[in-house]
């Protein structure tokens, strides 16, 4: 079934360790993105990837990190995880950076 | 940047009609996009508008006025699963998405 999953799909996480967040997508969509859904503030946008082997800042980059090897592929890593990380996290995909996006199911994570 | 702005919750009766209205102040200007978020659920994709004017598409249609900065999303023949999150986001210059916080709509039988 094409579409775009997300691993883990929630996690509780110690301050200070490093975790990476896990998106794949099967749709061979040349661009992807990864938001963070906080209560009050909506999505935001952490990092894109237009194409692979490209990779961009979004809105509120800091303290995250991505890369994009291939097109399928679109992990991001949090070096050392801090408690304003605590958040659902939702990789998106889109054909051409202009076009819809569709949306993975989210990873819930939780820092202490 | 982008300041974009909807309702945090409406209430409607299960057969009615219920318009979600989104104002943005965007420094460029690549069309609007509504996304339908259940609780606990990921965004899906409701409807794109990039020129002036009406888009209708089933029970639910999506307006645009660039020159006003103004769009709104219809919801119309309102039934119990239309209860969810009403995402506006504008696309701006570079291709990237803004989102507003998203209007909860409870549709009350």
């Known amino acids: 079934i094409a579409g775009i999953t997300q691993a883990p799909t929630s996690q509780i996480l110690a301050a200070g360790r490093r975790m990476t967040l896990r998106c794949t997508q099967d749709?061979?969509?040349?661009?992807m993105y990864w938001y963070r859904q906080d209560l009050g503030l909506g999505l935001r946008l952490i990092h894109y990837?237009?194409?692979?082997?490209?990779?961009g800042k979004g809105e509120v980059p800091d303290g995250y990190s991505v890369s994009r090897a291939n097109t399928d592929d679109f992990p991001l890593t949090l070096a050392s995880a801090v408690p304003s990380q605590t958040s659902v996290y939702f990789c998106?995909?889109?054909?051409?950076?202009?076009?819809?996006?569709?949306f993975g199911p989210g990873t819930r994570l939780t820092v202490l | 940047g982008q300041n974009i702005d909807q309702p945090t919750e409406m209430t409607a009766t299960e057969g009615a009609i219920v318009q979600i209205n989104c104002t943005y102040q965007t420094s460029g200007f690549n069309g609007l996009f509504w996304y339908q978020q259940h609780a606990g659920e990921a965004p899906t994709f409701l409807s794109y508008n990039v020129l002036d004017g009406l888009e209708e598409k089933g029970r639910f249609s999506s307006f645009l006025s660039r020159s006003k900065g103004y769009s709104y999303l219809l919801l119309k023949e309102l039934q119990m699963k239309d209860s969810a999150s009403y995402l506006c986001a504008v696309c701006s210059n570079d291709y990237k998405l803004s989102f507003g916080a998203g209007t909860t709509v409870t549709v009350r039988a």
């Open positions: 998106a995909s889109s054909e051409r950076e202009h076009n819809e996006q569709f």
């Open positions: 990837s237009n194409t692979a082997g490209t990779t």
């Open positions: 749709m061979r969509h040349n661009a």
